[in-house]
């Protein structure tokens, strides 16, 4: 046996014992491997017997290439027994299986003709959420959480209508649960009589953290016993209720999927919902001994390493934490809070340090919001820790809830911008498109640490709401001002001299704009480029408009949309000042198209989109 293997343990079935990682002399023979099906006929034409080889391949499997690539290895190896039961009874993609969230994906993938997970994560490889181009077993592209339930349902419904037989399945974890569009669905569907919609609830009491909220507590006392037959919520709304079976033994997992389709066949009954008990991270010593997030997603990592990798660079993410957390200590008014995802935001720190002052609300990114504007208007000063793409959930109640009452929310988004391998849906390209359109809303792009050092408590001192938003990974070098005009920071240019080019320079993407402004400026000694950071984006400044004003081109740089962005506001401010006798400057507005990015590397999507230096570098020359 080989090192790797020694170090996966597969579960017992029926109980939650682990066998040790290098097995006794009187532990259970690990079952032969079974070579990875083809395609789910093939794994449908195996024997019982054999599916336990079957897991322990696929367990292997996942952690050899996640060693290499990276990737959310531990809820794939949470989900191996199930995802074989689920394709052994259901016809996909027929009868569409549709994982919420998708990280989950990856053995359903492998059990659909992409064994080898191949390029996991890397540009032209194997996507790390289901993929439409990939697979037709890949129905919903489904990378944010809460969103199965409905569209299990709605499948269903176009198949009834239809008058095509089979089920519609929705897998869905007990943290993802707790959005509310999943809870609208549940109400729905236990409403809809003679609907064939399975939901299979994959509840392992996490999502990133471990799951909050009064169903958590529900489905804990449903794994303890302590609720009674037919007393269950489900039950109660109006659902068809099996379980909790324990989600890593094949043989209850493909009873109880089988009483499942039963029971979505009756004309007479509506939904059915699976409780499924599984373990994130089983099979893998490492990550099941992780008490923080059970590998929930790791980096490349040496399989003989007895330790978690870390990260020891500082990264953007851990400065915001830090920041907060000073801010914290100097005002007993700050209360952060975060939409399940505590750590991977950064508010770790304050969370040791004072628990009381950290609410963790679920993923709920709307209630997030809306909780914010009730302690601001009760004297606190609330911080709301998201990923950028996760703050498109809850624009309404950014608009309405927030900045139309004028409350003081702190919103800080990790990752915006192009973030890389996880694709389209988790790219935060819209966040400044969005705040641009939020009347009386503060906006910090920080260049660098020192400037999100500082961003976090000017955004808490300002009146209404603000926002601090920041990329994904380790800080750049310090890029320090030149001399700092009321306009904002110059970066590069000869800030005496009126500015042939005004380049003015949104976020992180600042030292690739010097770059380019020195580059055009050795190559044109003539031009003044003038690179400017403004450090506080929203509101535009009239400072910042009358320096644009007087340039003879204004160029705008920003990690997001470019056509809806700030670069768009300040055109049209710019614009309302025109006349014909003073038409105003050149205008150029760079930053992402309009369209969903694939995933990739950071640095080659910055480059594709024209946002490296010497594609910023390029466009400049556009204006001689």
């Known amino acids: 046996m080989s090192t790797t293997e020694q170090r996966l343990v597969v579960p017992s079935h029926g109980t939650d014992e682990m066998l040790p990682s290098a097995p006794a002399a009187d532990a259970p023979t690990p079952p032969d491997e079974v070579a990875i099906c083809s395609d789910p006929e093939a794994l449908r034409a195996l024997a019982p017997a054999q599916l336990p080889g079957l897991a322990r391949t696929l367990r292997r499997r996942l952690v050899e290439i996640c060693s290499r690539s990276g990737g959310h290895l531990g809820p794939n190896l949470g989900v191996v027994e199930l995802t074989i039961a689920l394709h052994r009874e259901f016809r996909s993609p027929s009868e569409p299986i549709v994982f919420d969230t998708g990280h989950q994906a990856y053995v359903h993938k492998m059990l659909t003709g992409r064994a080898d997970l191949e390029g996991l994560r890397t540009a032209g490889g194997v996507a790390g959420y289901p993929d439409r181009r990939e697979s037709a077993h890949d129905l919903v592209e489904n990378s944010h959480a809460s969103g199965s339930i409905a569209w299990a349902h709605g499948l269903d419904r176009a198949k009834r209508l239809s008058g095509e037989e089979g089920a519609s399945v929705a897998v869905i974890g007990d943290g993802a649960l707790t959005g509310g569009v999943g809870l609208e669905a549940l109400n729905l569907l236990a409403a809809d009589t003679g609907s064939r919609a399975v939901v299979v609830l994959n509840d392992n009491t996490r999502s990133y953290a471990p799951t909050v909220g009064g169903i958590a507590a529900h489905l804990a006392a449903l794994r303890e016993g302590e609720v009674a037959p037919g007393e269950d919520m489900f039950t109660a709304l109006g659902l068809t209720y099996l379980g909790p079976i324990d989600g890593h033994d094949l043989e209850a997992l493909a009873e109880a999927l089988t009483a499942a389709r039963r029971a979505a066949e009756d004309p007479h009954s509506a939904g059915v919902l699976v409780h499924v008990l599984t373990r994130k991270g ?59 995802m505590i750590d991977p935001v950064g508010l770790t720190p304050m969370q040791q340090e004072m628990p009381e002052r950290v609410l963790d609300v679920g993923i709920a990114e709307q209630l997030a919001l809306d909780t914010a504007a009730g302690l601001s208007a009760g004297g606190r000063r609330p911080v709301v820790s998201l990923y950028a793409t996760f703050l498109n959930r809850a624009i309404d109640q950014l608009l309405l809830d927030v900045a139309l009452h004028g409350e003081d929310v702190t919103i800080t988004l990790d990752r915006a911008g192009v973030t890389g391998d996880d694709g389209p849906s988790h790219h935060g390209i819209w966040d400044l498109a969005l705040a641009a359109q939020v009347p009386g809303l503060s906006l910090w792009a920080p260049r660098d640490a020192a400037r999100l050092d500082a961003a976090v408590p000017a955004a808490l001192a300002q009146p209404g709401p603000s926002l601090v938003r920041f990329p994904k990974g380790a800080c750049p070098p310090e890029l320090p001002a030149l001399v700092q005009l009321p306009a904002g920071d110059v970066l590069a240019g000869r800030p005496q001299q009126r500015p042939d080019i005004l380049l003015v320079s949104i976020g992180a993407l600042a030292g690739r704009a010097v770059e380019a402004a020195e580059a055009l400026m050795a190559d ?32 705008t740089l920003e990690d997001g949309l470019a056509e809806t962005g700030i670069g768009t506001s300040l055109g049209a401010r710019l614009a309302h000042r025109a006349t014909l006798g003073a038409p105003g400057p050149v205008l150029r507005n760079l930053g992402v198209r309009s369209e969903f990015i694939a995933h990739g590397k950071r640095d080659a999507i910055l480059a594709e989109q024209g946002l490296d230096a010497a594609g910023i570098l390029e466009s400049l020359r556009t204006l001689r």
């Open 524 to 555: 044109a000694p003539e031009l003044n480029v003038l690179v400017l950071d403004p450090v506080r984006a929203l509101p535009l400044g009239e400072e910042l408009l009358d320096l644009a004003a007087s340039a003879r081109a204004v160029v």
């Open 282 to 340: 089983a099979g893998f010593a490492r990550a099941e001994a992780d008490a923080v997030d059970h590998w929930h997603a790791t980096g490349p990592f040496p399989l003989e390493d007895a330790e978690t990798p870390k990260t020891t660079a500082p990264t953007w993410t851990s400065h915001l934490g830090a920041a907060v957390l000073e801010a914290a200590r100097a005002d007993e008014r700050v209360i952060a809070l975060s939409a399940a």
